[in-house]
């Protein structure tokens, strides 16, 4: 099934269009037939090819009721007058559409049997190419005298066959946007299934209640069904507590699989006049939800926005932003549904400079990268694919973060092995919470692949013993280090030393030193100085800015910031700047 908004100015013949397509009346309310205006949605089809289109009221005043037409659809039927042209919701609509990203569409000029189609056509087919819908297909037809219908209904066929069939074993997200009682039946709710199936006797959660709700049956079409694949129009029959509660602006989303997102960083698109600052207080739109926002602009084209109440939301979901009083709107791109808190000074820039990166394509990798660690169903649930398998339980982990993780473990336990070799070790506890980690089954996990030792469930390093002329070199490199703790001996001084590659790599077991890079090494103690230094710099920082702040060399800044950066103590934020993460 595809399903089909109708899109366009009031008066300017959608329903008259769809009652000649289909033989169906859209206007459902005996006040729209009475008044010859749409108010709320309509709903009729075809059978061959199955088609069912939503027509939507073009009057200003039932805006609303438009936004939540469109809601989950792929494709518009643009319909212009050929005696009215180009006018104020026209526009209004095209640019709801072009806001949620909506690529499918047909032009229908209207009315052509009362005036030329050709300068509306001409005009609407310029504006309708400049959006996402890109060039499209028009049709001059008359719904009076019939001309044009079956021209449109090729087109029609042509659009269907381009719209992607969608995605059967998506999560289910079904926006509500009709709910009534049926007697003897009970609660039923309609709404457009974009992707993901619906089967009688599943469980779905209703986000505002949070509560489940049982599907006792399901209709499409008018026809009953034991399960049903998006994009379609559907019927639900519930059963449950909630059920009776459920409105339009609701949702059913499979049980587990939506984070309840309040505050979420987004792309602003498609602004009127980009250098006017939005109004603080917007109606956030998204399928058939209308929820109060307040938005806090982070640059000129990102934003942090708080929700009035919880919404099911996901990485690169689309939404409108609009002004009810002036009746602006502007789109937004979902880039972040769980942002970091922005409490220090200058976060926000900092904040508005990383959003610059996001293109608001779910990218697993990506999201993991900035998390460092998360578990799987919450990345399932932000809208990512997980990159790869847990490394422990269901937690994943950033390969670079992974590792920096486990020389930190390694280097933890090798110090204190180091300072009280009689000690037993250090319990999984203890580790968990020096590294700050969410589960102590991490802390296990990274403990295996090492050297280290368990014993009674404590890990403890192998104790490393230097011999003796190894112990006298290592104690004058230290002692030097002592007094300029950047300024790692270069290569001569190390072999005038006798310290070669395995000698260093004792002493570092040793917890003796630290080591940045072949050949480069620190007193154990240095990367944490170095932090200290950096986050007195103005943030973010060069390579060269820290190289001068540490008085030491590129030889020994450039490993020395990438250590601290698979540390997590420092991040790239370009290509020659860093900020200390705190
Ligand atoms: N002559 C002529 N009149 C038409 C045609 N299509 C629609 N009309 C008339 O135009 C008026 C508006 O048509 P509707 O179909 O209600 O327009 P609409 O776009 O659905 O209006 P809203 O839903 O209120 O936005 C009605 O009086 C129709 O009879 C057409 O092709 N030719
Ligand atoms: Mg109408």
Redesign the pocket.
């Known amino acids: 099934m595809r399903v089909i908004a109708t899109a366009?100015h009031?008066?300017?013949?959608?329903?008259?269009?769809l009652r000649a397509l289909t033989g169906m009346e859209p206007d459902r309310w005996a006040e729209e037939r009475r008044r010859?205006?749409?108010i709320d949605l309509g709903f009729v089809w075809t059978g061959t090819p199955e088609m069912a289109f939503v027509d939507v009221?073009?009057?200003e005043r039932f805006v609303t009721n438009m936004l939540t037409g469109v809601a989950a659809v792929p494709a518009v039927l643009f319909?212009v007058a050929a005696d009215g042209g180009w006018q104020a919701q026209s526009q209004e609509h095209l640019e709801v559409i072009d806001a949620l990203g909506i690529r499918h569409g047909v032009l229908a000029v209207?009315?052509s049997?009362?005036a030329d189609p050709e300068p509306a056509m001409r005009e609407a087919a310029g504006r309708l190419a400049r959006s996402s819908l890109g060039p499209v297909e028009s049709v001059a037809?008359?719904?009076?005298t019939g001309q044009g219908l079956s021209g449109l209904r090729e087109a029609l066929g042509r659009l269907a066959a381009a719209i992607p069939a969608g995605e059967p074993d998506a999560d289910v997200r079904l926006w509500v946007d009709r709910a009534f009682t049926v007697d003897g039946r009970g609660v039923v709710v309609t709404g457009t299934l974009g992707a993901g199936t619906i089967r009688v006797s599943d469980t779905f959660e209703a986000t505002r209640a949070g509560e489940p709700v049982y599907v006792r049956g399901l209709h499409s079409l008018q026809v009953a069904r034991q399960e049903l694949a998006g994009p379609a129009r559907v019927a639900v029959n519930l059963r449950g507590r909630a059920a009776s509660g459920l409105r339009r602006g609701d949702a059913l989303v499979t049980p587990g699989r939506w984070l309840a997102v309040e505050e979420t960083d987004v792309r602003l698109t498609g602004r009127p006049e980009p250098e006017r600052p939005l109004p603080e207080r917007l109606v956030w739109h998204i399928g058939s939800a209308a929820v109060p926002a307040r938005i806090r602009p982070l640059s000129q084209d990102s934003a942090r926005i708080t929700l009035a109440r919880p919404l099911p939301l996901r990485l690169g979901d689309r939404a409108l932003l609009r002004d009810p009083g002036s009746g602006a709107i502007c789109g937004v791109t979902v880039l972040d549904v769980r942002p970091p808190a922005l409490r220090r000074r200058g976060a926000a820039r900092e904040r508005a400079t990383e959003l610059a990166q996001f293109d608001g394509v779910p990218d697993g990798a990506a999201e993991l990268r900035r998390r460092g660690l998360v578990r799987r169903d919450e990345l399932l649930a932000m809208g990512a694919a997980p990159p790869g398998p847990p490394v422990a339980g269901d937690w994943l982990a950033d390969p670079a973060h992974w590792s920096a993780l486990r020389e930190r473990l390694v280097r933890l336990v090798a110090e204190h092995t180091a300072a009280s070799p009689s000690d037993p070790g250090l319990g999984a506890e203890e580790l968990r919470q020096a590294l700050d980690l969410p589960d102590r089954a991490l802390v296990t996990a990274l403990a295996e692949g090492t050297a280290l030792h368990r014993v009674r469930g404590r890990l403890a390093a192998a104790p490393a013993v230097l011999a003796a002329p190894l112990r006298t070199a290592v104690a004058v490199v230290r002692s030097e280090l002592d007094r300029s703790p950047f300024r790692a001996p270069d290569a001569d001084r190390l072999t005038a030393l006798g310290l070669d590659t395995a000698a260093l790599a004792a002493a570092e077991q040793a917890g003796e030193l630290v080591r940045l890079a072949p050949g480069v090494v620190l007193l154990p103690d240095a990367p944490g100085k170095a932090v200290s230094v950096l986050a007195g710099l103005p943030q973010p920082f060069t390579a060269a800015e820290a190289r001068e702040a540490l008085s030491t060399s590129r030889r020994v800044a450039i490993p020395l910031l990438e250590y601290l950066d698979r540390a997590g103590r420092t991040r790239r934020v370009d290509d020659t700047h860093r900020v200390i993460i705190r």
């Not at 009031?10 to 269009?17: A, I, M, P, R, Y």
């Open positions: 366009g009031v008066d300017h013949g959608k329903s008259s269009l010859g205006l749409t009221p073009g009057h319909v209207t009315r049997d009362l037809v008359s719904a009076v």
